[in-house]
Nanobody, 115 residues
Framework: EVQLVESGGGLVQPGGSLTLSCAAS????????MTWVRQAPGKALEWVSA????????YYAESIQGRFTISRDNDKNTAYLRINSLKTDDTGVYYC????????WGTGTLVTVSS
């Protein structure tokens, strides 16, 4: 059974940093790209970032360029999203999904940016 479990969210002050993790099981992580998507309260899903199977290629939404870093450790079956200089607009649920096609999703981790 394919499972994706996000963690690392929480309450952070503006300007702070977080690293989100996505633990994968039930499939060979190294065979797939991974994607992060977020959803702010009351807003549509927003594609954030993606990484190819070995981490050599990364992709980011223009709105978060320079503040987010996607990475992966295939040996640990985990993908990551590092978020720096957090803004209140970054508040939302962050999901990881398998592959660029996003055929499987986790249940998300909540990030709240507030002073």
């Amino acid at each position: 059974e394919v499972q994706l479990v996000e963690s690392g969210g929480g309450l952070v002050q503006p300007g702070g940093s977080l690293t989100l993790s996505c633990a994968a099981s039930g499939f060979a992580l190294e065979e797939y790209a991974m994607t992060w998507v977020r959803q702010a309260p009351g807003k549509a899903l927003e594609w954030v970032s993606a990484i190819n199977w070995n981490g050599d290629s990364t992709y980011y939404a223009e709105s978060i360029q320079g503040r987010f870093t996607i990475s992966r450790d295939n040996d640990k079956n985990t993908a990551y999203l590092r978020i720096n200089s957090l803004k209140t607009d970054d508040t939302g649920v962050y999901y990881c999904a398998r592959d660029r096609s996003m055929d499987y999703w986790g249940t998300g981790t909540l990030v709240t940016v507030s002073s």
